[in-house]
């Protein structure tokens, strides 16, 4: 077991794991000294051979080292080493560009917990050091007319949106994440409380200058269809997001006269909203269509792959089934065919995903 391994001598699968881990990770040894560094090979090679929990004590005693006399120095690699958390990430997101995006824009989403994608999430812990946790809104539970709680820390992340060959779709690769504390946190340590849009426009403006020689594309949710922060990023980020259907929107400022007297303009004339455009019968639509939408193609013709599969399974002999079991084969085909059908049905209805003015 490796609780009771002697702790002087970490076990040969820790060794190898621990001479991967190092090749793997040697492109981030610049962001943290020579002693932290050694601690930390430790630590990653231990959370890969942990089966459970990924706790330090964990992947102490996954290679072997539980009851090593310096344990204290692995957990400081933790809570008082010095090292650069943004130094890793910009080193990481160099890393994840130069393999799945070399060519193109760099695309990332904003996913409050960045293409990047970027967006916000809720991480569920709990215990008398966790300072900033606080009460939010679940948003994978709660709906427009339901409203669900959640008790945790609220992360602000960051997402490379690349296409990964082996997985044959567009991943989010996270690469930067920020704790974005509440209101009430803020009053209580005495300081100022930022809102997401602002910790949104440091962490796209931080991107946009670790990768000065590409455009930078950000996806985000409507939370991050603020005026302030499209304005604070327009000129370095190229950020795409969703508007309501109320939205005010309006024309550019017409060019200002000579000797006009006054403040200049900030915007033109008023412009119909999404919703008076959608009624309008006048608006002229255009046809978009996408393909592999959440890779819906690849789904159904996995199912029907399986409906023919089950077919064939009786057909050509391959398994002699009971009266019992064939019909059960063929009630899954059945079933599986019907679900295939509805994808079907959905992705011609859902072909047409959004209408543009023409």
């Not at 709680?149 to 082996?166: D, E, Q, T, Y």
């Not at 100022?192 to 931080?206: C, E, F, I, V, Y």
């Not at 200002?256 to 007297?261: D, M, V």
């Not at 009624?279 to 592999?292: E, F, H, I, L, S």
Request: with cysteine; aromatic share 8%; net charge positive.
């Amino acid at each position: 077991m490796a609780s009771q391994a002697n702790p002087d001598h970490p076990d040969l699968l820790a060794t190898w794991t621990e001479a991967a881990v190092s090749v793997g990770m040697a492109p981030f040894a610049g962001c943290f000294t020579r002693p932290t560094w050694a601690n930390l090979l430790v630590l990653a090679a231990g959370a890969i051979l942990s089966p459970g929990r990924r706790t330090v004590a964990a992947a102490l005693s996954s290679v072997g080292l539980r009851g090593a006399a310096g344990f204290t120095n692995y957990h400081r690699v933790l809570n008082r080493s010095r090292w650069s958390g943004q130094a890793a990430a910009r080193c990481l997101l160099k890393l994840l560009v130069a393999a799945f995006a070399p060519d193109g824009p760099a695309v990332v989403g904003v996913k409050p917990r960045g293409l990047p994608d970027i967006d916000e999430t809720i991480e569920r812990r709990w215990g008398a050091r966790i300072k900033a946790r606080s009460i939010y809104r679940d948003p994978v539970r709660s709906s427009r007319g339901h409203f669900v709680k959640a008790s945790g820390l609220r992360w602000v992340s960051l997402m490379l949106l690349a296409p990964v060959p082996f997985a044959g779709r567009v991943w989010g690769l996270p690469f930067l994440t920020a704790l974005a504390p509440s209101e009430r946190y803020a009053q209580a340590q005495g300081c100022r409380h930022k809102l997401l849009t602002d910790r949104a426009r440091q962490l796209l403006l931080l991107v946009a200058r670790w990768l000065p020689d590409r455009q930078v594309i950000a996806i985000a949710d409507s939370s991050y269809a603020v005026i302030e922060l499209l304005a604070a990023v327009r000129r370095h980020v190229t950020v795409i997001t969703r508007l309501r259907l109320d939205a005010r929107l309006f024309d550019p400022p017409p060019p200002r006269l000579p000797g006009t007297k006054g403040r200049p303009r900030v915007s033109g004339a008023r412009q119909p909203t999404l919703l008076q455009r959608l009624a309008d019968p006048k608006t002229g639509w255009q046809r978009v269509t996408v393909t592999g939408w959440y890779g819906q193609d690849e789904r159904r013709l996995d199912n029907l792959l399986w409906t023919l599969d089950s077919l064939l399974l009786l057909a050509l002999g391959l398994a002699a089934p009971n009266g019992l079991g064939a019909a059960f084969v063929l009630l899954q085909a059945a079933v599986v065919l019907g679900f295939a059908l509805l994808q079907w049905a959905g992705l011609r209805r859902g072909a047409v995903l959004g209408a543009v003015a023409a």
